[in-house]
Every structure is written in structure tokens, then in C-alpha cells.
């Protein structure tokens, strides 16, 4: 963010604030923080982050969303949700895994393995478990036949790479022996915070379940990444997420309070809804927003 002298502030690259204050919300909050209490949000991350991809399945399926199952006669907690039809069952598991910048951009294949290798196995461990209770019929509340196809997902906080060579470590940490692999069961699909976004929109937009999956994993798109599969699949018109777009607002009305004093005005991009010119710090929250450029010397970078 850039703050000229008649006070616009600029953003750069809308696209970069945007990550920073969404997904990118994670690195704001840890690099805040002393190293005791770093830890202890981490540590707290996972479920917050869990229960977040659990509203998402809500917000677009309702009532054919099961948010929280269990199994077996001690009612063991299983994967962190099942989308239910009458002939399948979509099983998310959530893990709330971040890689390093370095291991992201250069790191070896050996160390992705060791970095994701230990969630993506208990994930495995978790969604083969939910699979098993399904076939013995043993989810409470949630009726299964011989029939029924199984969908499993993993989702993370942050998109893992997927390139073929990492495709290739994950498919070795989740398939040993034939885990997850059966008449029934669909490949795994590797998802982020944002392709769950994603499907919200679709499935409220009219998107059929779950369809939207088989489709992916058909010759076509296979190697596809799940947002590359999307985007190409419907030409790069995809919905908006309107509950993103809500959180989106609110959060650019708390900025615009600690930078300008005052929430945005009613109407688009910051103007009034008097009928009357917007005012300078309306000027100046539009020009932030849109990311217009506005003469004057640079008083500070953020």
C-alpha cells in the first residue's frame, strides 16, 4: 500500500492485497506475534480452519451436509463432514498445512514428502476410516448401501503445489498397498481454502453434486489442478462467492476506518447515496479500492 501526499492510498496490486487480507490473513496474524503465543495460534489454527471449510458445505447444501459424524457403536468421530446423496457420500478432511516460501518455489521432492508427508497420511488414514464405516453401514444417521460411491477430499489452508512430480509424492503418501482405491471409491481430489469457496458458489449457482467432481477427474481434466479444472471448464465465468464478497466489504470498511477515520459510504466503490458528489476521503477510498493512480509525492510504503 502506497500513501501520497494529498492522502490516496494506492494499492498495487488489488489481487496481492487481496490474498494478504484472506488466505494471507494466517502469516498477518503469526508474524505478529511473540513465540509463545505464535504457537498456541497455531495450534488453535486447525480447528478454526476446519469449522470455516464445514460453513462453506453448510451455506451451499444445508441439511444434505452432515457437519460433524461419528461411527461405530462408541460414535468415534470420523472425517470433518459428509455431503450425503442417495447414492454417494463426499468425505472432506481438512489440514490446516502451510509450506515454506523456499520449499514452495525451490524445494526437492524430498522435501515436500517430508514437509506434507505426515498430515496427508493421517488425512488417508482418516478418509479410509470414514470409507470402511460407510461400507459396514456403521455412519450413525447417515443410511449406506453396497452401492454407494465414496468421494474423497483433502483440503488445505494453503493450494499445494501440483505439478506431476508432486502429484506424484502426495499419490505415494495417500495409495500405499491400495488405500483408497476400490470399485467404489473416486480418486482423491486435492483441494485449497479457495477451491472450497469455489464450489460454495457453484453448487449454489446451480452446480449438480456431485457431478462437479466426476467431471474433474475425467480424462480431460485430470491433471488439472481443481482451480484450473474450474476456470476452464466454465470459461473463467465462475460465480461470486457472495459470503466472501460480504467478509470482503466488511474487512475493506475496517481499513477504511483505520486509515480515513470513517466506514464507507453507502452505494458503489466508497460515493454516496444522497444524489450529492462523493467527498475527498470518498475520492480517496475509491481510488484505494480500485487501485487508481493519483498524483503526488509518495509519503510512505506499508
Known amino acids: 500500500m502506497i500513501e501520497f501526499a494529498d492522502g490516496t492510498v494506492v494499492a498495487v496490486s488489488r489481487r496481492l492485497l487481496r490474498d494478504r487480507v484472506t488466505h494471507g490473513i494466517y502469516w498477518i496474524l503469526a508474524n505478529g506475534l511473540p513465540g509463545h503465543e505464535r504457537q498456541a495460534f497455531t495450534n488453535s489454527f486447525g480447528p ?30 470420523v472425517v470433518d463432514g459428509v455431503l450425503v446423496t442417495t447414492r454417494s457420500l463426499g468425505l472432506p478432511e481438512c489440514k490446516g498445512m502451510r509450506l515454506l516460501l523456499s520449499v514452495r518455489e525451490v524445494g526437492t521432492e524430498e522435501e515436500l514428502r517430508r514437509l506434507v508427508g505426515p498430515a496427508l497420511e493421517r488425512a488417508a488414514g482418516q478418509l479410509a476410516a470414514a470409507i470402511g464405516a460407510g461400507e459396514r453401514g456403521e455412519m450413525a444417521g447417515i443410511p449406506t448401501t453396497e452401492e454407494t460411491k465414496y468421494y474423497p477430499m483433502v483440503i488445505t489452508y494453503e493450494a499445494l503445489p501440483m505439478h506431476p512430480l508432486a502429484v506424484g509424492v502426495y499419490e505415494g503418501v495417500v495409495h500405499p498397498e491400495g488405500r483408497l482405491k476400490g470399485k467404489n471409491i473416486k480418486p482423491v481430489t486435492f483441494l485449497s481454502v479457495r477451491d472450497a469457496e469455489n464450489m460454495e458458489a457453484l453448487i449454489l449457482a446451480g452446480e449438480a453434486w456431485p457431478d462437479l467432481l466426476t467431471r474433474k477427474h475425467t480424462e480431460k481434466y485430470q491433471r488439472l489442478p481443481f482451480h484450473n479444472y474450474v476456470y476452464d471448464r466454465f470459461e473463467g465465468r465462475l460465480p461470486r462467492n457472495r459470503y466472501v464478497r460480504a ?22 466503490e466508497g460515493g454516496r447515496d444522497d444524489g450529492q458528489q462523493p467527498r475527498a476521503q470518498d475520492r480517496r477510498v475509491r481510488n484505494w479500492r480500485g487501485g487508481a493512480h493519483s498524483e503526488g509525492a509518495s509519503r510512505g510504503l506499508w
Not at 467478509?247 to 458503489?268: H, S, T, Y
Open 247 to 268: 467478509r470482503w466489504d466488511r474487512i475493506g470498511n475496517m481499513i477504511r476506518v483505520r486509515c480515513f477515520g470513517e466506514p464507507l459510504r453507502g452505494g458503489k
Open 48 to 77: 478454526v480452519f476446519e469449522e470455516y471449510i464445514r460453513r462453506c458445505f453448510l451455506r451451499a447444501l444445508g441439511r444434505k451436509f452432515a457437519a460433524r459424524p461419528v461411527y461405530g457403536p462408541e460414535r468415534l468421530p
